[in-house]
C-alpha cells in the first residue's frame, strides 16, 4: 500500500533551521506532484508548499515564501522541506501529500501521519 512516512522534525529555536523528508512507498512516485501542509493547534490544516513530479516548485505559501524551500529526488522517492529563518507560528504538525500529476483537481490522494515542528521563542 502506499505510505508516506516524514521525518526531520524537532525543537528549534526562532531563527534555526530545520530539514524535512518524506519518503514515499507503494506508488510510482514521479507520477505524483507532491505537496507540504501544516497544522497549527486549533487551526485548519493549511498549504506550505508543491512542487510537480519534474522537481519544478509549483508555489510556496505567502507566509514561508523566502524562508522555506521544497525539493525532491525521485531517484530517492523523497521530498524535502529545508525551514529556514523559523519562526513560533511556523509551529504546527507537517504533513507531506501526494497528488497524481494527471489529476484534474487539487486534491490530493494520499497523506503522511506527520511529523511535529516546534520553534520557541
Known amino acids: 500500500q502506499v505510505q508516506l512516512v516524514e521525518s526531520g522534525g524537532g525543537l528549534v529555536q526562532t531563527g534555526g533551521s530545520l530539514r524535512l523528508s518524506c519518503a514515499a512507498s507503494?506508488?510510482?512516485?514521479?507520477?505524483?506532484?507532491m505537496g507540504w501542509f501544516r497544522q497549527a493547534p486549533g487551526k485548519e490544516r493549511e498549504f506550505a508548499a508543491a512542487?510537480?513530479?519534474?522537481?519544478?516548485?509549483?508555489d510556496y505559501a505567502v507566509s514561508v515564501k523566502g524562508r522555506f524551500t521544497i525539493s525532491r529526488d525521485n531517484a530517492k522517492n523523497t521530498v524535502y522541506l529545508q525551514m529556514n529563518s523559523l519562526k513560533p507560528e511556523d509551529t504546527a504538525v507537517y504533513y507531506c501529500?501526494?497528488?497524481?500529476?494527471?489529476?484534474?483537481?487539487?486534491?490530493?490522494?494520499?497523506w503522511g501521519q506527520g511529523t511535529q515542528v516546534t520553534v520557541s521563542s
Open positions: 507503494g506508488l510510482a512516485f514521479n507520477m505524483y506532484n
Open positions: 501529500a501526494a497528488r497524481r500529476r494527471t489529476a484534474a483537481t487539487m486534491v490530493y490522494d494520499y
Open positions: 512542487i510537480d513530479w519534474t522537481g519544478r516548485v509549483i
